[in-house]
């Protein structure tokens, strides 16, 4: 199993960026596919959800509204768009597949995804 993160970088304040993540050994419409971002010294915080229906989402409150999430299933691909990008935005972001989905609000517990990306750095700086 494989999943690999492109599309970060460095933006300014008010831009956009689109995150991809392409899933290997596993299919996208079994799983739970999320998209995860870390500072330095802060637990890895769950900002987007998708349900493998892809029919329930979930974004936390400090990016709904400006994050969408969306799949790709025959490229078995999905990707973290996002929209007014603010300098708090700046952290790793990884993506994440699983097998679990709750009833989730306001805390994404990483340890519900099983499969990780390698990460890759998004910075919103002018």
């Known amino acids: 199993v494989q999943l690999v993160e492109s599309g970060g970088g460095l933006v300014q304040p008010g831009g956009s960026l689109r995150l991809s993540c392409t899933l290997s050994?596993?299919?996208?419409?079994?799983?739970?596919m999320g998209w995860f971002r870390q500072t330095p010294g802060k637990e890895r915080e769950g900002v987007a959800l998708?349900?493998?229906?892809?029919?329930?989402?979930y974004f936390a409150d400090s990016v709904a509204g400006r994050f969408t999430i969306s799949r790709d299933i025959p490229q078995n691909t999905f990707h973290l768009q996002m929209n007014s990008l603010k300098p708090e935005d700046t952290a790793m972001y990884y993506c994440?597949?699983?097998?679990?989905?709750?009833?989730?609000?306001?805390?994404?517990?990483?340890?519900?995804?099983?499969?990780w990306g390698q990460g890759t750095q998004v910075t919103v700086s002018s």
């Open positions: 994440a597949a699983g097998t679990k989905w709750r009833n989730y609000k306001g805390y994404v517990p990483p340890d519900d995804f099983r499969y």
């Open positions: 050994g596993l299919s996208l419409d079994n799983y739970a």
């Open positions: 998708i349900r493998w229906s892809g029919e329930t989402t």
